[in-house]
């Protein structure tokens, strides 16, 4: 006779955390299939059973789906809703990496400071939902996590550090609608995924890193001084913020495309290393 499986077997959620945790892996797989028909590059990793699932934050523009998408790993978006983070420990344990994208402005009070008059706050809901995503997943698991903009600076702030609230006002250059370069430093794992020490980088950001958060170190610095990237001092774990936009050069730049391409790897490795 066949024996019912309780739930408890499966997952350790109850019922109803076991039901939205099976919805974010059909809405992973709806996701992967709606993509499967847009434009790609013939080179792109196809999507298999073993894709990691890789959450992407409070979603803000399709290129981050579809740059996940190419780069082999099924695109998950995690939505803000009304702020409330009880989820937040179930879509720990669904996905194997976290990608935090970019949007509006991290409360300065994070770090302790008044708001500039430049500074274009989050919405409530959307700060703290990502404010506890953040936390927990840095704090709790050791999976990949890819910051790009708005997400890097999550990064140096979840860690301590605090950020520059408006680079014009202070510095007199501008990191707006503009391209320019970026100098990286030559040991770090940046640096080894592109396989470059300077690039050419888009920028649409006007905070940067100001103090670096606790176990990270600055990566990348525009020629004016400016912090573009920032990555954790630990060797063995993917865990990168960068300010321009890779996905949305990924297109056309097979450099940005690396990024992708590592973080996702490096989410499938992990992914199969629990497998195990």
């Known amino acids: 006779m066949t024996q019912r499986l309780k739930w408890p077997i499966l997952f350790p959620m109850n019922r109803r955390d076991f039901l939205f945790a099976l919805f974010g892996v059909l809405i992973a797989v709806g996701i992967g299939v709606v993509f499967t028909n847009l434009p790609s590059n013939e080179s792109s990793p196809r999507l298999s059973s073993e894709a990691p699932l890789i959450g992407i934050a409070s979603l803000s523009s399709d290129s981050y789906v579809l740059a996940i998408r190419e780069a082999g790993g099924i695109p998950v978006v995690l939505p803000n809703g009304d702020g409330n983070g009880e989820k937040v420990a179930a879509y720990l344990d669904l996905i194997d990496g976290l990608l935090m994208p970019g949007g509006a402005d991290i409360p300065p009070s994070e770090w302790g400071e008044e708001p500039h008059p430049t500074t274009e706050l989050l919405s409530e809901d959307r700060y703290l939902f990502e404010k506890e995503l953040i936390t927990r997943w840095i704090e709790d698991t050791e999976k990949p996590l890819l910051g790009i903009c708005l997400g890097s600076q999550w990064i140096n702030?979840?860690?301590?550090?605090?950020?520059?609230?408006?680079?014009?006002?202070?510095?007199?250059?501008?990191?707006?609608?503009?391209?320019?370069?970026?100098i990286l430093e030559s040991d770090s794992r940046l640096s080894r995924i592109l396989g470059e020490t300077t690039l050419e980088v888009n920028?649409?950001?006007?905070?940067?890193?100001?103090?670096?958060?606790?176990?990270?170190?600055?990566?990348?610095?525009?020629?004016?001084?400016?912090?573009?990237?920032?990555?954790?001092?630990?060797?063995?774990?993917?865990?990168?913020?960068?300010?321009?936009?890779?996905e949305r050069m990924a297109g056309t730049n097979e450099r940005q495309r690396k990024i992708f391409s590592a973080f996702v790897q490096s989410a499938r490795e992990h992914r199969e290393k629990r497998s195990r």
Do not use: K, Y
């Not at 702030?157 to 970026?182: C, T, Y």
């Open 157 to 182: 702030v979840a860690h301590g550090g605090s950020l520059v609230q408006d680079i014009p006002s202070e510095f007199e250059v501008n990191h707006r609608d503009r391209d320019h370069a970026v």
């Open 203 to 246: 920028s649409m950001h006007h905070q940067a890193v100001r103090e670096v958060g606790a176990g990270l170190r600055i990566v990348a610095r525009c020629p004016d001084g400016i912090a573009e990237a920032v990555e954790t001092v630990e060797d063995d774990r993917f865990l990168v913020g960068v300010q321009w936009h890779p």
